[in-house]
């Protein structure tokens, strides 16, 4: 059972417009949440995170959304640029119970057109 | 060199063979990680290190076999796998793995891993 679901396998976007990621998640303990990009043959690279204290954080281009009630969280890339186009996961954890456990969503490949 | 470099970067291996990946970290950190990543799979997290000592084995065959000389070295070491094993393997490090905002994981680029 797949506790992070990134439902979107593939997107595409036109450089310049805004570029939208979502990512569910089931269990409503999970109260920290985070973002990796992955070019291919690189590993992930931390993106943004997001405590659930917050429903916002943003840097720079990148903004994720937290939606507690809806267990459902999005990055949005403003604007996208083709060195954008990469994968993205979605991942998220325990922290109140000290634990380190990541659970990943399955990605989503990110295409920014020029 | 910074970050977490891993090597080799390919391996192709025989399921007799036994081989070694290595991980390295030049971030100061004190917790090490072993990720598999399989196609059209999610990161699976395989085993936890914090201070060098062992903290997490999830549920990983005993084909796998990790050591954490030091907080800064991570190995994995390959016996008698099977193709299913093919996978892209990852390590990572954090500050400690005490989880939440400080100790957010840093990956290397990862070791793709083919067994014949």
């Known amino acids: 059972d797949q506790q992070v679901k990134q439902n979107s396998p593939s997107l595409s976007v036109q450089e310049g417009r805004i570029s939208i990621l979502n990512c569910d998640y089931t269990?409503?303990?999970?109260?920290?949440f985070l973002w990796y990009k992955k070019y291919p043959a690189e590993g992930p690279t931390f993106l943004i995170s997001i405590s659930s204290i917050k429903d916002k954080n943003e840097d720079g281009r990148f903004t994720v959304f937290l939606n507690k009630s809806a267990k459902h969280l999005s990055l949005h890339i403003v604007p996208s640029q083709p060195g954008d186009s990469a994968v993205y996961f979605c991942?998220?954890?325990?922290?109140?119970?000290?634990?380190?456990?990541?659970?990943f969503g399955t990605g989503t490949r990110l295409k920014v057109l020029a | 060199e910074t970050g977490v470099t891993q090597t080799p970067r390919h391996l192709v291996m025989g399921m007799t063979n036994k081989k070694s990946l290595k991980c390295e970290q030049h971030?100061?950190?004190?917790?090490m990680y072993w990720y598999k990543q399989s196609a059209k799979k999610p990161l699976e997290l395989m085993f936890v290190y914090n201070f060098k000592e062992q903290t997490e084995n999830n549920s990983v065959p005993s084909r796998f076999s990790p050591e954490c000389p030091n907080s800064s070295h991570l190995f994995l070491h390959l016996h008698t796998l099977q193709p299913e094993d093919s996978a892209l393997y990852l390590c990572?490090?954090?500050?400690?793995?005490?989880?939440?905002?400080?100790?957010?994981?840093?990956f290397g680029p990862g070791t793709r891993l083919t067994v014949l």
């Open positions: 971030l100061g950190h004190n917790a």
């Open positions: 991942a998220a954890s325990r922290t109140t119970s000290g634990t380190y456990k990541y659970i």
């Open positions: 990572a490090s954090s500050s400690t793995a005490a989880g939440g905002s400080t100790d957010t994981q840093y």
């Open positions: 269990n409503s303990m999970f109260d920290y």
